[in-house]
């Protein structure tokens, strides 16, 4: 079950770099590729699909990995806020990098509300 549970995080942390690439990467590409920018929207749609197509087949074994019906360590609510930090930890790390963000109070306070939604989520 321990197992299950540390696989379902490795793919979900996998399919949510696929995810945050498919829906943010496209920003990125405009600038440094003209070959992209000169794309109509309907071209990044289908590029961003093509990329989430890789989030959705890690995506969906993660939560059938994860899930407690499934033998897995995690009910729902647990499974879906692990998702969620784990989506805001990729798409910070991918800010700062891609767009050189800088982290600020109200980014480590949010960040603190995280960590106590897991905590609460997983209170018995």
């Not at 990467?25 to 929207?41: T, V």
């Not at 074994?61 to 994860?66: I, S, V």
Request: glycine residues 4%; hydrophobic residues 60%; proline residues 2%.
């Amino acid at each position: 079950m321990f197992t299950q549970g540390i696989y379902s995080v490795i793919l979900l942390v996998f399919s949510n770099i696929f995810m945050t690439f498919a829906w943010y990467g496209h920003l990125k590409m405009r600038e440094e590729f003209s070959w992209f920018a000169a794309l109509p929207l309907i071209g990044v749609i289908a590029f961003s699909w093509a990329v989430a197509f890789f989030e959705y087949c890690l995506q969906v074994p993660a939560n059938r990995l994860g899930f407690r019906d499934n033998g897995g360590p995690f009910d729902i609510m647990q499974l879906k806020v692990i998702q969620e930090v784990i989506t805001l930890t990729v798409f910070t790390v991918f800010s700062m990098i891609a767009f050189k963000m800088e982290l600020k109070w109200n980014h480590f306070a949010a960040f603190a509300c995280l960590v106590l939604a897991v905590y609460f989520v997983f209170k018995k």
